[in-house]
């Protein structure tokens, strides 16, 4: 099953795995909202993401990082 916008921490993880050296508090929320389209296990649709949900994502991934 693919990940949605829903899946915030399962989303986060993914982006902290395919861009360990990448800081998320230094992308965009247009990058983000890209990123996180590109994820192979990602199957929601990239507009559908309001900026609260890129925001939580965000937090999460920073979350991730910071624990690596």
Do not use: C, I
């Not at 965009?28 to 609260?52: K, N, Y």
């Amino acid at each position: 099953m693919k990940l949605t916008w829903q899946d915030v921490g399962e989303v986060a993880a993914a982006l902290a795995r395919r861009y360990p050296d990448t800081n998320p508090l230094t992308v965009s929320p247009s990058d983000l909202r890209h990123m996180v389209a590109e994820l192979p296990e990602f199957g929601d649709v990239p507009s559908a993401a309001t900026e609260d949900v890129l925001e939580d994502v965000q937090a999460a991934w920073y979350d991730e990082f910071e624990e690596h």
